[in-house]
Nanobody, 115 residues
Framework: QVQLVESGGGLVQPGGSLRLSCVTS????????MAWYRQAPGKQREWVAL???????TYADSVKGRFTISRDNVRNTAFLQMNSLKPEDTAVYYC?????????WGQGTQVTVSS
């Protein structure tokens, strides 16, 4: 059974930091790409960051320089380190696994940036 489980979300003040985790099971983690997406209330889901199976990373312009995506192929886990958070980063954050034409999503974790 494929499972992607996000955690680490919460309420943080502007300028603060959070580290999201995506623990996976039921997939061959090391051969796939991992990505983070987010969806704010009333908006479409948007791509945030990607790390390929060989460790190449790319970021949306809105988070470049503030967020860092990483992966641990031993623990089958992806991470998103979020620094200098802004109110506009408030959203539900989802992780996604992709290999060839197959993809799987987690259930999401809420991040709220507010004073």
């Amino acid at each position: 059974q494929v499972q992607l489980v996000e955690s680490g979300g919460g309420l943080v003040q502007p300028g603060g930091s959070l580290r999201l985790s995506c623990v996976t099971s039921g997939i061959i983690f090391g051969i796939g790409d991992m990505a983070w997406y987010r969806q704010a209330p009333g908006k479409q889901r948007e791509w945030v960051a990607l790390i390929t199976s060989d460790g190449t990373t790319t970021y949306a312009d809105s988070v470049k320089g503030r967020f860092t995506i990483s992966r641990d192929n031993v623990r089958n886990t992806a991470f998103l380190q979020m620094n200098s958070l802004k109110p506009e980063d408030t959203a539900v954050y989802y992780c996604k696994y992709t290999w060839a034409t197959y993809d799987a999503w987690g259930q999401g974790t809420q991040v709220t940036v507010s004073s």
